[in-house]
Structure formats: structure tokens, C-alpha cells
């Protein structure tokens, strides 16, 4: 790589480009192309929440990807929140449509309208769905590679419930949910209360999954948010209770999109590029055959593949001509793959597999018998991502500059006013992202005096 | 069911909605939800299809879901070919886009340009990729739920070779995987030579995979297609030689959409509902306990979840309480479950499974030891969908009046003159398919004398 990771932004723009995560030369500005390595990590975080929604008994839905302007207008919080970033459909053919179609930002208002159909009595719920789509947000602002986009990947779940407390248990079971995907991808986060002025269009209340990026600045990676009958009661959503009397639904949603691609790049990364999580990795493992004398390299290269096959390791070969064993460690190590078995005389003849560890660990040599280690290899280095990136965000709260000066953040006392927010706001010439649950204290406010806790000052993407 | 299949347009509808695979009461003509039953048979459609050509080589993409008029516009032909269908994007936020975005009716027009970006030379090729997208056409037919839809689940190859022979043989490969997919999913197919005037717009040439539905009308549900350089010399995609010299490369493309799922619940269905794959079935297998005196009827299902579990098979138990036995059977044969367990006293007693197959065949019971057998039985099981399906086509080729009368299809001898086949048309009231490839035999033209082959006229959905 020609930049280093210290210079944040060019970095991240070059290793995109380098791995062939993604290609921004697409014709329509904001619209990228998936290329087949990173859109094989997007399917592998895909599957891994899909299966996690499946066990805690979400369904899967897909919903139609246009919603008419008049299922938008029925909240209407929810569509003045989104009316600046939706890209409309006026035109059939050549025809002029009837009612302009809003291509999705989100699925509110594509989804509850159904939900007053589905949902009759006390026993249809819960009702919990989740689809993963592509929404479109016609973004004004600068647009940067998983990040800022107008053609997202998005995973969504909304829930129905007969009770608010109920709903709120739902939020927990998120909590728990995003604790484990995180937990998978090796990412460190806040759990963020956005102030009232930022919260989701139609929600009660946001909580934020914000995150810290070698920039110094922000990212919102996940949300959660609690609808209440906020969207019920303008959907006419009601289920029969216990009674037989007519009540509102109570409602969740938890959404996240390929940001989380973009922090995985980014905390992970070094200054030779990528390092994947074992858990997503497109491959776990590379094999690098060194051709020397021994005459069986091939068979057992092919043993070790086996092996691996066997043990569910998702793996390749660099079987490549006219490149030189060091070019394909370098090509390897850029793309992030999390283990390297180096495989030469010695390796043959001594039936071992020299294993070098993407995160710069001593390299390990391994008898071929002991090959079942590589699941406890992975694991461990995990958990060597992990510490590293929760270091990162400790510093970064415990104000160590990690970029350019003016995008450090603060996190003062703050108390619930917003006349006290917007004057540290103004001070520090940074946006409130609101109080840290997670990583946060109670004390006195920094502007007023009154009771506060600890909150969350920065720059966000 | 209320309706038999006999009256097939009703039944179809009917079942759709019983079996819950799809709702098309979304308030956009055209546009259904898929529900968690109907989406779990799709993917499994979609994976089997991914494996496939993940095996033959195929990289996974996701392009943008937009395409600019202008780049729509390098093809004439093509943009001809669907102007009157393209739902168009013409604002985003309240400002007028500067070039209007059509919603991708299909992905040429969105990926060659990048092609042009991604071959420089011969070693870039074949480049060979796929996505599994939906796509959205604006119909002004009726519309009808998986048959003709504006918002469709489409899986498109494209791919790019040196020669036009190197273009034929990947035409030839997308045969092998088609048998391989119609095998799985147990269809029967015409292959069908489109004509001249009916071919894809911007193709040399068109083969459709046609079938038969019960109605004795038509259905294409799969097409491959030769682009030669027709597409590459339009978006200027061109390739060094081993010369040096800069050629067009030669393109080919196959589509397939929710049609599938179309035709199977039409071909395999009967009068108590679905009958589905077992490749793709959501659950191949459901446990029906039946409460009894035996003690351990539940540590008894356990055991066989388990085993059904370790053999990879999907399954379901189905304890609900308030429900006969009775009930369940017929629930999950309107569902379409290849198999049925029903365990009672005399199975727990004797350590025995009773197996229902949906197909009719005679109830089986098996040792528990035996539960390995599970896996013949649901092959034995897809070689009857199979053999029924193929009975079916061959009957209405060889004259069988399926449906409606005016629904028959007639195989005559055609030459390759549009003339004849125009008058043809006229004569059947029926619309001109085309040659019939693997089921055709040659001959004089029934018209004009000329030689000719068997052709297909049809009522195609």
C-alpha cells in the first residue's frame, strides 16, 4: 500500500480499491459495485445475523422496494424526516404515474400497512420480521464507500407487541443480539441515547451503536429504536386483547447496514491493509505452496486442504505461476486473510504447517496431526482484534488525539437540557451524539451543575 | 382446499395465499410480500442455484439498483426493447435529477460499462459473474403472483469470452446447469429456439426454457442468450489479443426469476395443496407426535429430531396444543412437506417411525435405526415428482387437452419463414414459440413444404 493508515482517508479509499472491496467508478454518483471479495464478506455478516435472527425466532420477509406516497404520508414525523433523501418515481414507461413511488430509505411504510392486515388478535404476537435489502437515500452530502452511500445494503427487524413492556424486553433481546455480532466481527461500540432533536422519525426513544474510527471522528454502525404505538396508532395497528378490546400495537425495530463493513475495514486495518475477522472472512485461511525439491508438495498440500474442508475452514490455494512466494504473502496479507500456512521442503518433509498470523504474531510451526488447532488459532486471534480495537476506543474516551486534532471528541458531564448540549456544542465545535450508556458516568453537568451523565461529543460520518 | 386443481387459475390463487407464500394485498398493483414460508423456498432455490455456479466458476456481484438514461441509451435496440417497461426515477428529495434513472429491468445496460473498465486483456477472460437481485418492470398486463409481477426475484449470469466459440461453449455450460437445476427442483422443459422477431432485445440468438403449466398454457422460465459482439461493440468492451490487438469480446447471458417458483406449485400441486421438491422444500420432513398412554413420547421425538438434524435434513415439529392430529396432516400436506412422521404409541412402543409420503405412495413404517433411510426416501420421493411433471409435458406435446380447449398447443412443422409462422399463428390463434430443440423432430414445413422442424405454438403466461 502506498498510504499509511495514519492518513486515514486516503487509506481507506486506497485498500477499497486495492482488495477490490467495492468500484465507485459506477456511472450514478453514490452507487457502487459489490465486487465478488467484498460482497462475499457482506454475505458472510448476512449469514451470520440471519442465523442469529433465526434462532431467537425472527422470520424473514422481502418486502416491495417502492412505497407509495401516500402510505409515507400517513406518519407524518416519518416522512418529514425522510422527505429530503427519497428518490421518487414519477414515470411507467412513458406514462405518468398516478401516485409517485418512493424508492425504500427504510421499511416503516412499506411494512405496516401489512401489519394492520396480519395482525388480529393478543396470540399473533409478538410479531418479529427482518429482511435484507438494498434502501436508496438520495444523499447530498459528500458520499464515501460504505459509509455515505445512495445504494445501501441494510438489514432490518421490526417487532409487534401487546405491551410497551414487552417491547422493551424486545430492546434487550437487541442488545444481546448486537452484543453477539459485534462480538463475531470483533468490534468495540457505545450504546448512545440520542438527544430527542436526533432521534429516528416517529421513534420514543434511539439508542445508537456508535463507534470510534482511526480518523478520530464517530460512526453510527447499528440502531435500535422503541416506536411505542407511535406508529401503530397512525397505522391503525390493533390486535384484540385478552378482553376482546381493540389496542394499539407496541413497536421495535433494530437496523443496520454495510457500515459494518466499513468499520471492520477500517479498526482492523493496518498499514498493509486489511485483517478480517475469522468469523467473515471470505477465507480463513490461504495456503502458499513454496516449490522446492520435495516431489509430493501438490499431494500434500492437498492432504492439508482436506483438513481444513473437513473441519468447515473456509480456505484457498495460491497455486499462481510467475509470482514469487513473497508477493502472494503481501497480496494476502492486504486482503486480510487471517491465517497464512506457508508450505515448503521442510513443511513436506517433515509433514508440519508453518502458520504465520495475519496480526503480526510469531509465527508458529504445527505438526499436520495438530491441524484441528487451527479453529483455537482463529479464536485466538480474535481475540487479538478484539483487545486491540477496545483499546482504540478506550483511548479515543479517554481523550488521546488518534487524528487530526479538531476531530477529537469529548465526553463531559451533561445533563438533559438542551440549551446546556448545544453550548458545549458550540464550544467544542462538535455535534452531540448524545449520553454513553455503556462506557459512561453520573455526575454533575459541565454548563448548569445539575444532575448528568457522560456524553458523547464528536464528528460523525 | 376449496379449489381442485382442475380449475387451475383458482386454485393457484387460492393456494398461494392458503400456504402463505406470498401477499398481494401490498397496496402497489403488482408488487407482493413475500411471507417467511414463500421466502424460505426461494432461497433455498437461490442457494442451490449459487452453489451451482459458484462450482462452474461464477463470481457473486451486486450492482446498483439504478441505471442512468444515458447509459440505457448506448444500445438502441435494447433500451427499444424495454422502454415501454421501465419505471423511472426522476427526482430525488424535491430537485429534478439532472439524467433520469430507470429501475433495472435487467442488468446489461448497468454492467457493461464497467466490463469496459474491468477487461484489458485476454487473461481478464472468461470473466464470468452472477447476481441474484430483484428487478423491477412496469406491466400493464395483469399481473399475477411469482407469473407477472413489477417487482421480480431475478438471477442473471453475464459473461465475457475472446472467441464466439469460447461464447458457444458457455452456452452449452448454462444447458448442463439447467438440467442440473430442473433436475433438482424436479421440472420438465422445452428447449426452445425464439424466433428472430421474438428474440431478447440487443441477442443474436435466444433459447427459452418453456413448460407446461396445467392450464395447457405455456411459461418461460428460464432463457439463455447470445450476445456475440453485439452489446461489446455498443459499450466499446474490447480485449488485447495475444497479438496485442484490440478485439470486442464475445458475451452470453442467463436469466431466471421467481418464476421457478411459479412452476412449482403449479406442475406438482394437487387438489390438497403444494407438493414441493425436497431439494428446496423450507422443511422436508415434519414430525407429527400424537399424544398417547407412552410416557416418552417427547424424549422419543427428541431423539429423532436429533437424528434428522445430524443426517442435515429440515425439519419441523409440530406440538401445537387445541389441534387433532387430523388437522395437521392436512395442514402440511396444503403446505407441500415431503414427508410426514407420525409418531404415536405404537411407533414409541416399538421404536418405530410411520412415514407418510406426500406424493400418496403407501405409508411406510421404519425402524428407528433405519432413519438414514430418510434420505432414499425423499430421492425416491423427487424421481415421482419428476416422472409425474414429465408425463405432463410429453401429454400435452403428443395433443393432450390440459386445460381450456382454446388453451391447447399445437407442434407443427415449421421452416424458418416468417411468413408461414405468421399464418400459423392466425390459423391456431396461438403465438409462435419457436423451434423445439430437444423434443423436435425435422420435417417438411406444414405450410409451405420446406424443410423444417417441430415448433412450438402456445398461449405463454
Keep these: 500500500m502506498e498510504n499509511s493508515r495514519s492518513d486515514f482517508s486516503e487509506w481507506y479509499n486506497e485498500i477499497i480499491e486495492l482488495a477490490e472491496l467495492t468500484d465507485k467508478r459506477y456511472p450514478i454518483k453514490g452507487m457502487n459495485v459489490w465486487l465478488p471479495y467484498g460482497f462475499s464478506l457482506m454475505r458472510n455478516i448476512d449469514e451470520m445475523i440471519r442465523g442469529k435472527f433465526y434462532g431467537d425466532d425472527f422470520r424473514e420477509v422481502m418486502f416491495p422496494a417502492l412505497i407509495s406516497r401516500g402510505m409515507f404520508e400517513i406518519e407524518f414525523e416519518h416522512i418529514k424526516g425522510f422527505e429530503k433523501e ?141 416506536y411505542g404505538q407511535n406508529f401503530s396508532k397512525n397505522y391503525d395497528v390493533k390486535y384484540a386483547d385478552l378482553d376482546g378490546n381493540a389496542q394499539y400495537v407496541h413497536q421495535t425495530t433494530f437496523g443496520m447496514s454495510e457500515r459494518l463493513v466499513a468499520h471492520i475495514i477500517s479498526i482492523h486495518g493496518d498499514d498493509k491493509g486489511l485483517v478480517l475477522p475469522p468469523a467473515v472472512a471470505p477465507y480463513q485461511v490461504v495456503i502458499v505452496p513454496i516449490p522446492g525439491s520435495a516431489q509430493n508438495l501438490k499431494s500434500y498440500v492437498d492432504e492439508i486442504a482436506a483438513s481444513l474442508g473437513n473441519s468447515g475452514i473456509r480456505f484457498t490455494i495460491d497455486y499462481r505461476e510467475n509470482y514469487t512466494p513473497g508477493y502472494k504473502y503481501n497480496h494476502w496479507e492486504m486482503k486480510g486473510v487471517p491465517l497464512r500456512f506457508e508450505i515448503g521442503d521442510r513443511e513436506v518433509k517433515n509433514r508440519t504447517v508453518t502458520v504465520a498470523f495475519r496480526t503480526g504474531r510469531k509465527k508458529e510451526t504445527i505438526q499436520f496431526t495438530q491441524l484441528e488447532n487451527v479453529k483455537n488459532m482463529l479464536h485466538d486471534l480474535s481475540m487479538e482484534l478484539k483487545e486491540k480495537a477496545h483499546i482504540l476506543l478506550k483511548e479515543a474516551l479517554s481523550g488521546k488525539v488518534l487524528g487530526e486534532p479538531e476531530d477529537a471528541l469529548r465526553t463531559p458531564i451533561l445533563c438533559q437540557d438542551e440549551k446546556c448540549a448545544r453550548q458545549l456544542e458550540e464550544k467544542f465545535s462538535l455535534t452531540l451524539m448524545g449520553h454513553i450508556m455503556n462506557y459512561g458516568k453520573e455526575g454533575k453537568c459541565e454548563v448548569c451543575g445539575k444532575d448528568g451523565q457522560t456524553a458523547l461529543f464528536s464528528r460523525p460520518y
Tied chains: 1, 2.
Design 86 to 226: 427519497l428518490f421518487w418515481v414519477t414515470k411507467g414507461g412513458k406514462e405518468s404515474l398516478e401516485d409517485d413511488l418512493a424508492m425504500r430509505p427504510t421499511s416503516e411504510a412499506a411494512m405496516y400497512p401489512m401489519f394492520k392486515l396480519w395482525i388480529r388478535d393478543h396470540v399473533d404476537l409478538p410479531m418479529k420480521i427482518f429482511q435484507i435489502v438494498q434502501v436508496w437515500r438520495y444523499e447530498t452530502k459528500h458520499t464515501r464507500p460504505f459509509i455515505r452511500i445512495r445504494d445501501i445494503h441494510f438489514i432490518e427487524c421490526h417487532t409487534a407487541h401487546s405491551t410497551y413492556e414487552d417491547a422493551e424486553k424486545q430492546m434487550e433481546i437487541y442488545r444481546n443480539e448486537w452484543n453477539f455480532f459485534t462480538d463475531s466481527l470483533c468490534l468495540p461500540y457505545m450504546e448512545v441515547q440520542r438527544p430527542e432533536w436526533d432521534k429516528f422519525p416517529g421513534a420514543i426513544y434511539t439508542r445508537a451503536f456508535d463507534t470510534i474510527m482511526p480518523s478520530g471522528r464517530t460512526i453510527q454502525i447499528g440502531t435500535i429504536h422503541q
